[in-house]
C-alpha cells in the first residue's frame, strides 16, 4: 500500500506556472506507476498525465501535452507535474495516483487546489 500527499497548488494568473510535488510513503513506491488527474465540480475526474514505473514512458491528456510535464524520483519517493502556460480551464482539485499502469489509480492523495485567474 502507498500513501500520497500532494503539495504546490495555489493561486496563478493564466500563462503562469506551477509546479505540484506528491510525497509517497512506503517501500513500494517503485512499484508503482504514478499519475495526476483533477476534478472540476460539475465534470467527471479527469486523466492529465501518467508516467511508468521506469519513468522510460510519460502519457498526457491532449488538453495539457506540451504545457505540462510530469517526473518521478524515485529516490525520494516523489512525483512532479510541472505546469506552464497554465488557463483559467486548467482550474480543477489536482489529485497524485498510484496504480498498475501510467492510466489508471489505485491510490488517490487528498488532493491539491489549483486556480488559474483570467
Known amino acids: 500500500q502507498v500513501q500520497l500527499v500532494e503539495s504546490g497548488g495555489g493561486l496563478v494568473q493564466a500563462g503562469g506556472s506551477l509546479r505540484l510535488s506528491c510525497a509517497a510513503s512506503g517501500r513500494t513506491f517503485r512499484s508503482y506507476a504514478m499519475g495526476w488527474f483533477r476534478h472540476t465540480p460539475g465534470k467527471e475526474r479527469e486523466f492529465v498525465a501518467g508516467m511508468s514505473v521506469s519513468g522510460a514512458n510519460a502519457y498526457y491528456a491532449d488538453s495539457v501535452k506540451g504545457r505540462f510535464t510530469i517526473s518521478r524520483d524515485n529516490a525520494k519517493n516523489t512525483v512532479y507535474l510541472q505546469m506552464n502556460s497554465l488557463k483559467p480551464e486548467d482550474t480543477a482539485v489536482y489529485y497524485c495516483?498510484?496504480?498498475?499502469?501510467?492510466?489508471?489509480?489505485?491510490?488517490w492523495g487528498q488532493g491539491t487546489q489549483v486556480t488559474v485567474s483570467s
Open positions: 495516483t498510484a496504480g498498475r499502469l501510467a492510466t489508471t489509480a489505485d491510490y
